[in-house]
């Protein structure tokens, strides 16, 4: 099974700075997509960022401007780069592999909080 180990949450004030990370067990560049979900509390999770194995990067439209996605195959690792925080921002930030049989990995996930 895959490991995918979160890291870099936190708490921080509206229009700062987060940088997420997710380590991975296995070479990020045999997977299909990876990126980041969020769930706010009483929401759904939702897709955040994503980019596939050949760099093509995805953004949820509240995100846009805001957040980069970047891979790093010598680390096997992925991040998420959050600027100009806002407070809907807020949430456990989950990050993700699809494989290419179909499988989804997930991390454990991790806390974000924007406060205003």
């Known amino acids: 099974q895959v490991r995918l180990v979160e890291s870099g949450g936190g708490s921080v004030q509206a229009g700062g700075s987060l940088r997420l990370s997710c380590a991975a067990s296995?070479?990020?560049?045999?997977?299909?997509?990876m990126g980041w979900y969020r769930q706010a509390p009483g929401k759904q999770r939702e897709l955040v960022a994503s980019?596939?194995?050949?760099?093509?990067?995805n953004y949820a439209d509240a995100v846009k401007g805001r957040f980069t996605i970047s891979r790093d195959t010598g680390k096997n690792a992925v991040h998420l780069q959050m600027d100009s925080l806002k407070p809907e921002d807020t949430g456990i930030y989950y990050c993700?592999?699809?494989?290419?049989?179909?499988?989804?990995?997930w991390g454990q996930g991790t806390q974000v909080t924007v406060s205003s």
């Open positions: 980019t596939t194995n050949i760099d093509n990067p």
């Open positions: 993700f592999a699809d494989h290419w049989d179909g499988r989804t990995d």
């Open positions: 296995m070479l990020i560049r045999s997977t299909k997509k």
